[in-house]
């Protein structure tokens, strides 16, 4: 199982954060968590349900973790590992994570991916979500996975979809001409985009995009195409 304790720091202010996987006694917490992290228009059915949290720990407890400060739990993050070549198909988001119950876990996979990643709002500010991704990139070198994967929302690209094609927004993100808070903290975290992927969540917006952005193990050489 997996726990880390380090210092943060927040306007001038150091706090304590404890990085661990969450338990049962956790969910109503996580469940708040999601709710105040995902308002609308981003829809309710796809926050987490005690099931749903209940299916994580019983298929990769490992993978799903939470962070708290102070003593609070103020953020999640959850994975599952799958087998993952550029070669596949797109697929959506409930297609690769079973709609969030993890149940294709496949403990023999390559590949580290992440169901969801999210932050009390009033938590934002304490690089936590760096710190969690940081935490999950550990365990892709502990499990000696090829990588994490992810597909990332891009919640200011309906912004410009009727000017931009997604590959054309996405060159811009990268070289800092636009800047989107999923996909420009995803850089900054380390992560690279791979493609974008039409239809991968309902996100209106994201124009129901998704970006597949990866980090690679630099401790294995030969990595999957």
């Not at 917490?29 to 019983?58: G, R, V």
């Not at 599952?80 to 550029?86: A, H, K, M, N, R």
């Not at 710190?131 to 000696?144: D, F, G, K, R």
């Not at 999923?182 to 493609?195: E, H, S, Y």
Request: charge should be negative.
């Amino acid at each position: 199982m997996y726990r880390k304790e380090q210092y943060v720091f927040k306007d001038n202010h150091i706090h304590k954060a404890v990085i661990r996987n969450y338990r049962e006694n956790d969910f109503d917490e996580l469940i708040s968590i999601q709710q105040k992290a995902f308002p609308p228009p981003f829809p309710s059915d796809l926050c987490w349900n005690k099931d749903q949290l209940t299916q994580h720990l019983s298929h990769f407890p490992l993978g799903a973790i939470c962070v708290e400060i102070d003593g609070k739990l103020v953020g999640s993050m959850t994975s599952l590992i799958v087998d993952f070549t550029l070669t596949d198909p797109p697929h959506t988001w409930e297609e690769i994570t079973d709609n969030g119950y993890i149940r294709n876990h496949k403990p023999n996979g390559n590949t580290l991916y992440v169901v969801d990643l999210c932050i009390t709002p009033d938590y934002r500010g304490f690089k936590l979500g760096k710190l969690m991704m940081e935490a999950m990139y550990e365990i892709v070198v502990h499990l000696h996975l090829e990588r994490l994967l992810g597909g990332a929302r891009i919640p200011t690209y309906h912004k410009v979809a009727d000017t931009l094609r997604i590959e054309e927004y996405m060159k811009k993100l990268t070289r800092g001409e636009y800047k989107d808070p999923v996909i420009t903290f995803l850089l900054q975290a380390g992560r690279t985009p791979l493609k974008a992927i039409k239809d991968y969540i309902e996100d209106e917006e994201s124009c129901h995009y998704g970006v597949l952005m990866e980090w690679r193990n630099p401790f294995i050489k030969n990595h999957t195409p």
